[in-house]
């Protein structure tokens, strides 16, 4: 991202004045001009778009690490509105298909009572596994965002590229890596803080 969401508001203020004073001058010039503004904008504006709700997924995975569960989160986005949040919660769930990915895609269904979630956009802190990526493609989202790479069990690039199989008769767009360092410290956080509680008691249990 090189331009901050208020940025980017600020700069169309400035832009589109200048764009229509070239346009009453040059009209060879007011096309080039438009084309790099509509391009330029539109990729900031997506990029930055893609940071605000990737920032409400981590909301969600805070949600799961005050339950000392793994903390991932995730959000399902339709025409600029969340319409389903979820976080992992297998363990407190008691519940082993309860990964943030397939609470907030249950809940983006049951809002539109719909169980295809066209023109809707997942957005996960985590690259998803395996059976996760088969609910993405069964919930036909047009497009898959996440933030850290799971080079253990990641189903998307770190491990298989499922969205890619050739039998698959549906493509989901993928867009990896944003806002990559908050999510992968989302989770190197949460590990190595077990880790550290690991280590207090055994030495705990040593001077027991
Ligand atoms: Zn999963």
Redesign the pocket.
């Known amino acids: 991202m090189w331009v901050s969401l208020p940025e980017l508001q600020s700069l169309i203020k400035v832009f589109y004045p200048i764009r229509a004073f070239i346009g009453q001058s040059d009209e060879r010039l007011y096309t080039c001009f438009n084309f790099f503004l509509s391009s330029e904008i539109l990729l900031a504006e997506k990029e930055s778009i893609d940071d605000v709700w990737m920032q409400e997924a981590l909301k969600e995975a805070e949600k799961a690490r005050e339950l000392d569960e793994v903390p ?1 989160g995730a959000v399902v986005v339709r025409e600029g509105k969340i319409i389903g949040r979820g976080f992992n919660q297998p363990i407190s769930g008691c519940n082993p298909v309860a ?4 609470m907030a895609l249950q809940e983006a269904a049951a809002h539109v009572e719909n169980y295809r979630l066209v023109d809707c956009e997942l957005y996960v802190t985590l690259e ?6 088969g ?1 993405i493609i069964h919930s036909r989202v047009k497009r898959v965002v996440f933030g850290a790479l799971e080079p253990k069990a990641g189903a998307l690039v770190s491990q298989s590229r499922t969205l890619e199989l050739p039998y698959m008769n549906y493509r989901v767009e993928m867009t990896p890596g944003v806002l990559e360092e908050e999510c992968s410290e989302m989770i190197s956080s949460f590990f190595r803080a077990r880790r550290e509680a690991k280590k207090a008691e055994k030495k705990r249990l040593k001077l027991c």
Do not use: D, G, I
């Not at 990964?99 to 397939?102: D, L, N, P, R």
């Not at 998803?128 to 990526?133: D, E, F, G, H, I």
């Open positions: 991932v990964h943030a990915e397939v998803p596994c395996t059976m996760c990526a609910a």
